[in-house]
């Protein structure tokens, strides 16, 4: 991604950034009774309803053929921490403020997925992505209480998570929240999701760093498929449950392997293996 002249300093944490280039498409679509059950804002979702938001990733993964040369179908740019400030805050925020990433991808429309130290950045600076509809955050608990408590003065810790979501979601003027937890909640701000494809009991380091890098990529595919492919879902939404469904299929693929020892190394080498058996089975 071409950032202004003097643009050095990186926001930390895991923020996946789709960029350029063109995403072909496979399948045809799903009939609208499938939207209607599988994004459905009171419904608890059954595994069918996950099979069928899942044939809608499906419709807008690119196929890969021999005409195709690299990086036809997207390239991601990862922001990260430098090597002496890894993870700081306070480096972050004040680097993200001054090269102005996000202000950039804003101008450039380009989406944006959010998470770790750039989400407290925005719990301090929420007008950085308020109404930018191409920004996806993805909190876990500690980080969604902090924003809800910095964006609504609550700290969004009652029963109701999938309302507490869709609060904070509807308050940042629509951008897309991913809650991380037992089951994913994910809103717009107008349609709830939950992600209920079975993962582990392991919670590895750098699961959500997969989760962002994934979502990074479906992001773009899902834009660049267009309404057609999505039969009018947000494609945000489409490319947040997909990401959530494959992370989870990692961890639990690695579980099955390395059991408490799992580490986020084991996940990334089950990339291939899940995304083969929930998107190309």
């Not at 202004?4 to 045809?28: D, H, I, K, Q, R």
């Not at 998470?115 to 996806?136: F, N, S, T």
């Not at 991913?178 to 809103?187: L, N, P, Y």
């Not at 209920?196 to 994934?214: F, I, K, N, T």
Request: aromatic fraction near 4%; charge should be positive; charged fraction near 20%.
């Amino acid at each position: 991604m071409a950032l202004p002249a003097g643009a050095g300093a990186l926001l930390a944490g895991a923020a996946a950034v789709a960029l350029l280039s063109a995403a072909l498409v496979l399948y045809e679509l799903s009939p609208d009774a499938v939207l209607q059950r599988a994004f459905s804002l009171h419904k608890a979702h059954s595994i069918k309803d996950m099979e069928n938001a899942l044939q809608l990733v499906r419709n807008i993964i690119p196929p890969l053929t021999s005409q195709k040369h690299k990086g036809q179908d997207g390239r991601i740019g990862v922001v990260g921490g430098c090597q002496e400030y890894t993870g700081a805050p306070y480096f972050a925020a004040i680097s993200a403020l001054k090269v102005g990433i996000l202000e950039a991808s804003k101008a450039r429309d380009i989406p944006v997925v959010i998470d770790a130290d750039g989400l407290w950045l925005i719990a301090r600076h929420p007008a950085l992505i308020q109404g930018y509809r191409k920004a996806v955050l993805t909190p876990n608990h500690v980080e969604f209480g902090r924003l809800s408590e910095a964006v609504l003065r609550d700290p969004g810790n009652g029963s109701d998570r999938r309302e507490a979501v869709r609060r904070l979601s509807r308050a940042l003027g629509n951008v897309t929240v991913v809650q991380k937890g037992e089951r994913d909640v994910i809103s717009d701000g107008e349609q709830v999701l939950e992600c209920v494809q079975e993962g582990s009991g392991r919670r590895c380091g750098g699961q959500g760093d997969l989760l962002s890098g994934a979502l990074g990529v479906l992001v773009h595919w899902a834009l660049r498929a267009g309404p057609e492919k999505t039969n009018g879902c947000s494609p945000l939404l489409l490319a947040a449950m997909g990401a959530c469904s494959l992370t989870r299929q990692c961890s639990r693929q690695a579980f099955q392997k390395h059991g408490r020892s799992t580490t986020t190394t084991d996940m990334i080498a089950e990339v291939g293996p899940a995304f083969r058996s929930l998107f190309e089975a």
